[in-house]
């Protein structure tokens, strides 16, 4: 970056220049009077006086005013624009997103008027007239960004150069003082008049001017310079005032200072606006009156000609302070220094901004120089004025106008050199209203004058001249002078972008360095045949330095925030911009080589180029000095440190990415990227061509193994190591093993594309040097088709995809040749986790597609594929195979094992091998089939040799398979990466899927034989509650297994689901023993526990389980009842394909009534205590252990006896039964029992409001029943079995009704049930008897059974005045199952089960009962009786007939009861249904009756019936006003129905 200026680099500082008018009599008077000075103190002057005595008054000025501090106004002015900082980033000034200037302008407008402001509070008596220091004016106002907050913290005196200059100082001149000449000016003028009047002679000028004007250059050269260092912001004189202020001393002073001031006006330009500060230095011993510096401020203001704010009154005692202890008066001027400052820049800026706006380059390209010089010398302007945000932003502009005119230049549009006709220019009319001109160059005044100031106009012959000699270089030239001025533009760009990254604005400032250069290298840095003045060498000069600069730009800020998009964190990367600048030096160095000739022909000894006018175009001489610096430079070597420090910078950040993952063996630590393997690659490849072959090995190495799956640029880095060990190779060294030197060369020499001519003088000369004719080699690998190595190979089981531990199967071989010569396999041996396998030679010589055979091996074509088989012994020991690395990171252990893989090759099925496809089989999981462990090839040695004249060693290469990483989430669920479908079955193009996987899973000693439940397919699933459930299996033997010493246990365990919801474990842990017989009654007493059970023929056995229940006679526990004794059941042994049954019985018994809680309570809801809704399920597991003999153990040991090499294997077989109640009770009202008369009964139904049932109990359940004492009651029973639809069928034997008391807790009885009706006189209660011939008595799929019975309540005289709430009864029911048969090829031909002749629901010798509660019911000695005395049944028509009503008082109160006979005629009676028609009743209709305490009363009716038939008598109610009860109710269940005879 060194080629940058130096104000480029660091960036532009305000200019103040100070001048020294005080005379030198004066300092000396000013120190003698400190000296005599008795007045102040020797305190408070010793500092003073000691700083007097060493400098002099204005250097102890300059001190005081250097002082960098920020002041109350700038710490405000500060504060206000962060917080109204807006939220554009400095990405969108770089793409281009302008807005409208209009609020630039009121910012400049507002922070103009801010500092005039300041200017009229900085009064310079202030400090002596005792005034406080003023408040700070408003900041300026304006839109921000962040990364401008980020730059915009320093103030004024930090970054102020504070100049002394002497009085006869003298500035740049200019042609052009009053900047009315300027080319733009003369424009804009034409364009005006034009307006005014468009007559023919203004339109030829504007034409003139506009389209054969042309800019010949861009950027003055030395403009920066100049304005930086030569040209001030303000200038500060500084006098003193003697303390009388009228002597000849202070005369003199003031006569210096006005011909200092006269001298400074006279060689400023009146277009540089610059201002004059004068400040006069007071001394305080004595100090001068007020009518003196009154006097003396007259004076000055009247011969300089300068207002009151620009002269300031500064004690001398002011000059010693510090930051800490600032003055007013020195704190008010430093105020007025940095606001006449920042006036100055900001006029300059609105003079080149109304000079950019007036251009009219949008409608001519040929203008965007100037465009361009104008927004550059704006965005310096606002540096100067430290407004970053603003300075970026015409800065991009500037960079946009140069690009444009660039492409403009490149597109070949014929481009005119700039042709002025005097007579023209004599007629421009001047106007002083008009924007002053543009600055001139920091030059000499004879030719360092800026391309706008006009020359001595020359005649049109001889600019004729000029332009023929000159037409085709300006275009050229123009185009140097744009890459130029584009290179200091972005270089500024990406300056500013990189330090608001250090900064803290890490993501805008990345973001927007990234954008910048991305746009410069898009148009600046492409090659194009457009720009013939342009030669390669030259753009590719161009090239290497800017992507130095950005090399160097982003090593000092490199990209630290990972929040970035990848495409910035890229293109900002350190190594790879070094990477790009060393291969574009290349590309220099290549081009340079071809202009050698040429450079030789253009040097021109002795020869003096001129001085550059403008930034980048060429001197007289071209490209020529350019060419020949560049030939003396070494563009190799640097290429080369170029891409040294680039390797660097990537190990370094590997290893930090490393670091940060805490993992040395991260893939962080080598070249993980392409881009990585290429910065070794040209590395290696600069050495190679430098003929260092030693230092390139390392290189290549490196960017060989980081450079995998690409073939081209492998091969080249092979070609470039051959090339090194042929002229050099390593010595052998002690610090590494022989195996590991020969992998390393080998690995290099036997690449897929080398040949054979190529490989052969560097292996011998590599095995003499070694001594030894068999080189030994180690590989590594993943993928087994990887052409980059020497051979691949596969493995594969074309048999089978498991198999089991200690067997013989055959395998399938294949190996390819990737070299592109023949070679000889000596050797193959195979690695696996059991161990090294040898492969015979013999099942070598049988190999498939062998070029040729011999008594040393096979000779294999080259790039080809030979294929054998050869047997591989497994070892019985399963514990000798590794499990799967993948399963070891399991986070769930206790889950079951998955996989995605083929079912048997991932060892895990879901039915068995034999049943598998069959119409049987449900697809469930079968867990005895899961497990095994998986076999692969983990590698392959062979001995082989390349086929060639001459002796060629023999190589021993061992190639390693490493496993690769799954893509399953390991911390889920248990996996084996080899039992998934793309690994098992992954295989090489040359290897067919008929082959067989590469894994075969290797399984323990499996059981083949098969269990098969008889019972669950004929009874689905179900047992029945009350009596033994026998369950029957077939065990059936495999097909190629023999099985002994069979023996079997089952457990079983209970699960109850309840009506809501819960679930109760009711399997007791270790079963019941006397001592704890009464404590688990406890527990599981009234849960049914289910048992398992023996038949007990002799009756020695016990009944009772402790469970709460006993057995059925003939039957006792088996072992604890819930596992039974694996010693008491053997099986006689099977051959293969044989089979035996097997059998075990369960039983629970049937559900028990339970006592109901206060069965008097009327006010509690009843509900069945009877859960016959409960779900009971019960588990069984059946093992079944037993050795085991196969075939394949017998060929691997055939001297030895079948039972010796047989195997024992445990089979789990898991069922479950679910148990049902066999019968279920559904219980209804007789239509009658819900009488019309219902006396006045106080049940909730009997209310008037009531208008439907009341506790009528949930879906389903019987509704209560409203009962009278001693009335006759009856209720319907209907019998139906819950499991006839799953094949069983119920027989029925007896049904009987138990006349149960409703009592007490106490005992004592508070009602009596009677049987009425339906009871068997010689057995009392029984309601029904089967007979053997009934068919009634089966209940199948279907079939109810039905019964009618009556019953009369009796209340006991104590509870007369009450009511009761019970159940009507119970019925109980004694039944039996109906048997199921053995099947046939069962009871004819198997031994085992010739004393059983059935399963399923056994028949016992005693028939189960069960019972069930009556319905609900309500029972009450009502207040009234009602009878309906007399009713003809069959009236004749027109005969009257009488209906009589007897309605008794049964309470000592008088009651009133209302009479209500329903209207024949009432819309509400016929929407009712009680329509009586041919029917005429007299009598009370409505009315009222009184009824005295036990009186009772006759209701009669007359009726005539009018007509024959069906007829339905008016519906009568009667209803006590008392309990507001009905005592008779006909609408209730419709009025009485006669039949009418004629």
């Not at 089939?929 to 060639?948: E, I, N, R, T």
């Not at 090499?1205 to 898991?1214: Q, R």
Request: charged share 25%.
């Amino acid at each position: 970056m060194d080629t940058y200026p130096g104000d480029l680099l660091t960036g532009v500082f305000p200019l103040v220049f100070a001048v020294d008018a005080i005379l030198p009599s004066d300092t000396t008077s000013t120190e003698s009077n400190d000296e005599n000075d008795k007045v102040s103190t020797k305190d408070e002057d010793a500092e003073i006086e000691q700083s007097s005595s060493t400098r002099s008054l204005f250097d102890r000025f300059l001190d005081a005013i250097s002082i960098a501090t920020n002041t109350e106004e700038e710490q405000d002015s500060a504060s206000k624009q962060i917080n109204r900082a807006g939220s554009e980033t400095l990405a969108s000034l770089l793409r281009g997103d302008d807005k409208d200037d209009s609020s630039d302008e009121e910012d400049d407008r507002s922070q103009d008027s801010s500092r005039r402001n300041a200017f009229r509070r900085n009064s310079p008596m202030s400090s002596f007239r005792g005034s406080k220091k003023h408040a700070s004016g408003t900041s300026a106002t304006f839109t921000s960004t962040a990364y401008a907050r980020v730059l915009s913290l320093e103030s004024f005196f930090q970054r102020a150069r504070i100049l002394s200059i002497s009085t006869k100082h003298g500035f740049p001149p200019s042609k052009d003082p009053e900047g009315s000449q300027n080319r733009t000016v003369v424009l804009a003028q034409t364009r005006s008049h034009m307006t005014q009047g468009a007559t023919l002679a203004n339109a030829l000028r504007l034409k003139n001017i506009v389209e054969n004007q042309l800019a010949d250059g861009i950027l003055p050269a030395g403009w920066l310079e100049k304005h930086v260092h030569a040209l001030p912001s303000v200038l500060v004189v500084v006098t003193t005032l003697c303390a009388n202020g009228n002597g000849k001393p202070q005369e003199a002073q003031d006569q210096h200072l006005l011909e200092t001031m006269e001298h400074l006006k006279y060689n400023l330009a009146s277009k540089r606006d610059c201002h004059i500060h004068i400040v006069c230095l007071v001394n305080d011993s004595p100090s001068p009156s007020v009518l003196t510096t009154d006097a003396w401020l007259t004076f000055v203001k009247y011969h300089t000609e300068l207002p009151s704010t620009s002269i300031s009154l500064l004690s001398v005692k002011d000059l010693a302070s510090d930051m800490a202890t600032l003055s007013p008066s020195l704190r008010d001027l430093h105020a007025t220094i940095r606001d006449a400052s920042f006036v100055y820049y900001l006029q300059q800026a609105r003079r080149n901004k109304h000079k950019h706006n007036v251009l009219g380059y949008e409608q001519q390209p040929t203008l965007l120089p100037l465009a361009t010089r104008y927004c550059f010398k704006i965005g310096v302007f606002y540096e100067f004025q430290l407004r970053h945000e603003k300075s970026l932003k015409y800065f991009a502009l500037a960079y946009r106008h140069v690009q444009s005119y660039y492409q403009f230049l490149l597109s070949g549009s014929p481009v005119n050199v700039e042709m002025r006709n005097p007579q023209d220019e004599m007629q421009v009319e001047t106007n002083d209203d008009a924007t002053t001109g543009i600055e001139v160059s920091l030059a000499d005044a004879s030719d360092e004058e800026e391309e706008e100031e006009e020359e001595e106009a020359p005649s049109q012959e001889e600019e004729l001249k000029r332009v023929v000699s000159q037409e085709e270089q300006v275009t050229g030239d123009l185009a140097h002078q744009c890459r130029a001025v584009a290179d200091w533009l972005n270089f500024k760009l990406l300056k500013a972008a990189f330090d608001a990254t250090s900064l803290g604005a890490k993501d805008e400032g990345l973001v927007a360095a990234s954008w910048q250069w991305r746009k410069h290298a898009q148009v600046m840095l492409r090659q194009t045949d457009e720009d013939p003045s342009n030669p390669a060498w030259n753009f590719w000069a161009y090239v290497a330095h800017q992507r130095l600069v950005m090399s160097q730009l982003v090593e000092r800020h490199p990209p630290t925030d990972a929040t970035v998009p990848e495409e910035v964190l890229i293109r900002c990367s350190p190594w790879r911009n070094y990477l790009a600048a060393a291969e574009a030096e290349l590309m220099l160095g290549v081009e340079i080589r071809k202009e050698e000739s040429v450079g030789a022909a253009l040097a021109k000894p002795g020869g003096q180029s001129m001085r550059q006018r403008f930034v980048g175009d060429m001197d007289s001489e071209g490209l020529s000095p350019k060419l020949q610096e560049l030939l003396q430079q070494d563009h190799t070597e640097k290429a080369l440190q170029l891409v040294l420090h680039a390797i660097e910078l990537f190990e370094q950040e590997s290893k930090a990415l490393a670091e940060e993952l805490e993992n040395e063996e991260s893939e962080a630590n080598k070249p993980f990227l392409p881009s990585g393997s290429r910065l070794y690659y040209v590395a290696g490849g600069l050495l190679v061509g430098m003929k260092r072959y030693q230092d390139a090995i390392p290189c290549l190495k490196k960017s060989l193994n980081a450079c995998t799956k690409r073939e081209g640029i492998e091969l080249s880095i092979e070609k470039m190591l051959v090339e090194c060990y042929s002229n050099y190779i390593p010595s052998p060294s002690s610090d590494s093993p022989e195996e590991e030197k020969d992998s390393k060369m080998l690995e290099t020499l036997f690449h897929p594309g080398l040949l054979l001519s190529e490989v052969h003088p560097v292996l011998e000369k590599y095995s003499s040097l070694r001594e030894s004719d068999n080189l030994k080699w180690n590989m590594e690998s993943t993928d087994d088709s990887d052409m980059s190595l020497p051979f691949s190979f596969s493995v594969t089981f074309p048999s089978s995809t498991h198999a089991t531990a200690g067997d013989i199967v055959t395998a399938i071989v294949t190996i390819k040749s990737n070299l592109p010569y023949p070679v000889q396999i000596q050797a193959v041996s195979l690695k696996s986790a059991p161990g090294k396998i040898l492969v015979p030679l013999e099942n070598l010589l049988n190999a498939q597609n062998a070029e040729k055979r011999n008594e040393r091996g096979i000779i294999m074509s080259p790039m080809s594929a030979v294929w054998f088989s050869t047997n591989i012994a497994l070892p019985r020991d399963l514990d000798k195979l590794p499990s799967d690395e993948g399963s070891s990171s399991s986070a769930v252990p206790s889950a079951r094992p998955r996989t995605a893989g083929v079912s048997s090759a991932a060892g895990a099925r879901l039915v068995s091998e034999d049943r598998y496809g069959s119409e049987e089989s449900n697809g469930q999981w079968n867990t005895a089939l899961l497990g095994g462990k998986p076999l692969v090839c983990d590698g392959m040695s062979l001995q082989f040799a390349p086929v060639c004249e001459g002796n060629c060693p023999f190589i021993s290469l061992t190639i390693k398979k490493n496993k690769t990483k799954s893509v399953a989430p390991p911390k889920r669920t248990p996996f084996e990466v080899n039992s998934y479908i793309e690994e098992a079955w992954a295989r090489p193009e040359y290897v067919p899927l008929t082959q067989g996987p590469k894994c075969l899973r290797v399984l323990g000693p499996m059981p083949h034989m098969t269990v098969t439940n008889l019972t669950d397919t004929v009874v689905n699933g179900k047992a029945l509650e009350g009596t033994v459930n026998r369950f029957l299996f077939q065990l059936k033997a495999g097909a190629t297994e023999s099985c002994f010493d069979i023996e079997y246990s089952v457990t079983v365990s209970t699960t109850i689901v309840t009506t809501d919801g819960t679930t109760a474990d009711v399997n007791p842990e270790d079963g019941v023993s006397p001592s704890t017989e009464v404590d688990m009654a406890k527990v599981v007493t009234g849960k049914r526990t289910p048992v398992i059970v023996s038949p007990d023929e002799a009756g020695i056995g016990h009944r009772s389980t402790g469970f709460g229940y006993d057995l059925p006679p003939g039957w006792r526990l088996e072992g604890t009842g819930h596992a039974s004794d694996k010693a008491m059941h053997h099986v006689r042994n099977l051959q293969a394909g044989d089979s035996t049954y097997i059998s075990f019985e369960m039983y629970r018994p049937s559900c028990t009534l339970k006592p109901l809680e206060n069965p008097y309570d009327s006010e509690r809801t009843n509900v069945d205590e009877y859960n016959q809704d409960e779900v009971c399920q019960t588990d069984f597991d059946i093992s079944i252990s037993y050795r085991q003999s196969r075939p394949a153990i017998q060929k691997a040991g055939e001297e030895e006896s079948q039972k010796e090499l047989s195997d024992s294997v445990v089979l789990e077989h898991h069922g479950s039964v679910l148990w049902e109640s066999p019968l279920v009770a559904d219980f209804s009202l007789d239509g009658r029992s819900q009488q019309a008369f219902p006396s006045g009964s106080r049940h909730p139904s009997n209310y008037i409001s009531s208008t439907e049932t009341v506790n009528s109990g949930s879906s389903g359940a019987s509704p209560e029943l409203s009962l009278i004492n001693l009335e006759r009651t009856s209720a319907r029973c209907v019998l139906r079995s819950k499991v006839a639809d799953d094949g069983l069928g119920i027989e029925l034997s007896r049904i009987g009704f138990e006349e149960k008391d409703i009592s007490l807790d106490k005992g004592e009885t508070a009602c009596e049930l009677h049987l009425q009706s339906g009871g068997n006189s010689a057995t009392p209660g029984v309601l029904f008897e089967s007979k053997n011939n009934d068919p009634s008595r089966i209940l199948a799929d279907g079939s109810k059974f039905g019964l009618t019975y009556s019953v009369k309540p009796v209340m006991k005289q104590k509870y007369l005045k009450g009511s009761i709430s019970a159940r009507l009864g119970v019925i109980w029911v004694d039944w039996h199952p109906v048997s199921i048969p053995l099947p046939e090829d069962i009871s004819h031909g198997a031994s085992d089960m010739k004393r059983l002749d059935s399963h399923g629901p056994l028949r016992l010798k005693e028939p189960a009962t069960l019972k069930f509660r009556g319905p609900p019911c309500y029972i009450e000695n009502s207040p009234f009786e009602t009878v309906l005395e007399s009713l003809p049944p069959s009236p004749r028509v027109a005969t009257p007939f009488e209906m009589t009503y007897r309605i008794s008082n049964k309470t000592a109160m008088q009651q009133k009861v209302s009479v209500l006979m329903s209207d024949l005629s009432s819309d509400e009676t016929r929407e009712r249904g009680n329509v009586s028609e041919g029917v005429l009743v007299s009598g009370l209709i409505h009315g009222e009756i009184t009824l005295a305490p036990f009186e009772t009363q006759t209701l009669s009716y007359t009726a005539l019936a009018t007509k024959a038939g069906k007829t339905t008598m008016p519906a009568l109610s009667i209803s006590s006003d008392r309990y507001k009860t009905w005592l008779i109710k006909d609408q209730q269940q419709g009025s009485r129905e006669i039949f009418v005879m004629p």
